[in-house]
């Protein structure tokens, strides 16, 4: 019999009288839009990340895309991001007519480099792509911003990031699209650089039943912006427009099932904790598991291993019922749509490399230890084979 990659079916029996009381609330006053759930939920996020505003939006791609452009970022500007990531981190920078501008990840992390991102800015700045990898308009790019990002749930090295985005004023989008719940020296993500983003889609450590997403800052006056934004630009009413803007409300169904959800997320990230030991004990010299350095704890939005027998195994595995996915098999510089920036195989060898021998293995809280045995002994037996 299989099992699921993410049971969202048992999270759902063990909450569902919350889930469904938060439910029929909304359907009971019928504010579908805007809703008070709305404002409920954003002083929640916000006391929970630790910041002062937190902005509910439709979901974790707008959460990325209206910072960038409450700032005016556009032709001519450079924001710099992984190739390892899901499209929506580079696509909001190309959506608004600016260039992505690619770095290499850490090879223990799968997080932005940031040796390798000083490069990138020093290329920039001197018009030398022989320092590192550049797109062919280099020439007309001026650096803006930095999109980091907390790949798989583990947070990037701000420690070193933002001191470097600090001395040349660039702003820095925390993409939090994973890690909702994880933290670096006890600050949780979402906390760090300008503002943080994050996606709320179902199978996210925090998820609701539908697209959703937050943005978070300390910066008042941005959060005003982004409001704004959030409703085609509205001033003081939705009949005064002073900015171009989009539909990204969440509903308030949403915010419901999310309220209901964050009174169990504590001991759910306590039960992943455990389920990513587990796995680390019990792959040991099978694969290459997850490295999270000192000072950080992972949401584990998912258990991504490393091999290079990685068909065999994932082959292995479902044919004994067990799910696997590939995060990502195609790197960004790498995509159809980026082929005009010009980049080249091998111009980010780490992120290549990642991307022919990643995979992720079943992860949610709600995994038995009888399940995540009889996973760990497919791939055990399929390694030694």
Known sequence: ??????????????????????????????QYIMGPEIKELEAELAGYVGVSQAVACASGTDALLWPLMAWGIGPGDAVLTTPFTFFATAEVIAFLGATPVFVDIDPATFNIDPERLAL???????????????????????????????????????????????????KVVEDAAQSFGASLHGKRTGGFG????????????????????????????LAKVLRSIRI??????QYDNVRLGVTGRMDTLQ?????????????????????????????????????????????WAQYSVLSEKRDAVRAALSKEGVPTAVYYPKVLHQQPVFR??????????????????????????????????????????????
């Not at 099992?3 to 006053?29: G, M, N, S, T, Y």
């Not at 309220?259 to 990513?276: D, G, H, M, N, S």
């Open 1 to 30: 019999m299989g099992i699921p990659f993410i049971d969202l079916k048992a999270q759902f029996r063990a909450i569902e009288p919350d889930v469904r009381r938060r439910i029929e609330a909304v359907l009971a006053h019928g």
């Open 120 to 170: 990138a800015l020093a290329a920039l700045e001197t018009r030398d792509p022989d320092l590192h990898p550049l797109p062919e308009n280099f020439r007309e790019l001026t650096a803006k911003a930095v999109i980091p990002v907390d790949l798989f749930g583990l947070p990037a090295d701000y420690d070193r990031l933002l001191p470097l985005c600090a001395e040349r004023g660039l």
């Open 194 to 221: 300008d503002v943080g983003a994050t996606s709320f889609f179902p199978a996210k450590p925090l998820g609701a039943y539908g697209d959703a997403g937050a943005v978070f800052t300390d910066d008042e006056a």
């Open 255 to 299: 915010a419901a099932v999310l309220l209901a959800k964050l009174a169990v997320f504590p001991a759910e990230l306590a039960a992943r904790q455990a389920i990513a030991e587990r796995y680390d004990a019990g792959l040991e010299g099978l694969v290459v598991t997850p490295r999270v350095p000192k000072g950080m704890a992972s949401a």
């Open 232 to 237: 085609h630009g509205m001033g003081d009413n």
């Open 340 to 385: 005009h920036l010009g980049y080249r195989a091998g111009d980010f060898p780490v992120s290549e490399a990642a991307s022919r021998s990643i995979f992720s293995l079943p992860m949610h809280p709600y995994l038995d230890q009888a399940t995540q045995a009889r996973i760990i002994k497919t791939v055990a037996r399929a390694v030694a084979e």
